[in-house]
């Protein structure tokens, strides 16, 4: 699952039927799952200097959206959601191709193109080398330059990120989302498994998962995951 963006920021609420739509489509690429066994070393996953990204200023993407008529964006928007809602994801990518080359100020279309071409390929590139994911970065990419604070979008590339294995990159860009959006809880999950499996910061991940936990709850999963950590912990595996 994926978290939407507030009413206030594109101006736009997403449909119920097209989130619900959305968030099917995207639950295999935006909740990871766990794998059962962490690493044997964090020492076989060396690390860089960590370099936060430069998010720029709060409300600098709205101010900017704020001198912009979006009326005619907000209603292409909300047909390609309808789209979607409808089954027709070539059409809904067509309608959200035209939007970006319409609005390119916009990041909401770059990251819900993003997350289409991750689950069904990029309907406009005859590229057969290059992957869905690889296809999908460049839409989240793109989302960034229209609003480096758009949180979705760096989430997104720390789940890319992790998948090649490229957990420096991913470390980053979940630890940007989670600046802009602290109380996500989908973005504490994700980086605890990061921490956990891939990093060896047993530490670091219950104290994620535990964040995880106070914003949703309840989650059975998550809660035997923290049992077998401390375990882990406890042991010194």
Not at 145 to 167: I, Y
């Amino acid at each position: 699952m994926l978290p939407h963006r507030s009413a206030r920021q594109f101006s736009l609420r997403l449909p119920l039927a097209a989130c619900c739509l959305l968030l099917a489509l995207l639950s295999g690429c935006a909740q990871q799952t766990r794998p059962v066994l962490a690493p044997t070393n964090s020492a076989d996953q060396p690390m860089g200097k960590y370099e936060p990204f430069n998010l720029g200023e709060k409300g600098e993407y709205e101010q900017k959206l704020a001198a912009m008529d979006l009326v005619a964006a907000q209603q292409q928007y909300a047909a390609a959601l309808a789209l979607m809602e409808d089954g027709d994801i070539e059409g809904a990518q067509s309608q959200l191709i035209a939007l970006t080359r319409e609005v390119p100020e916009l990041s909401e279309p770059y990251v819900t193109l993003g997350l289409l071409v991750e689950q069904n390929g990029n309907i406009e590139t005859t590229d057969t080398s290059e992957t869905r994911e690889q296809q999908a970065q460049q839409w989240y990419e793109r989302a960034l330059r229209a609003n480096r604070r758009e949180d979705r979008a760096h989430h997104q590339l720390a789940v890319l990120a992790r998948k090649r294995g490229d957990f420096e990159t991913a470390e980053r860009h979940y630890q940007a989302a989670l600046e802009i959006q602290p109380d996500q809880p989908l973005y504490h999950r994700n980086i605890g498994i990061l921490y956990d499996i891939y990093l060896g910061k047993p530490a670091v991940a219950l104290e994620q998962y535990e964040t995880y936990l106070d914003l949703v709850g309840e989650d059975e999963q998550v809660s035997l995951w923290i049992v077998d950590l401390k375990s882990r912990m406890e042991s010194g595996s």
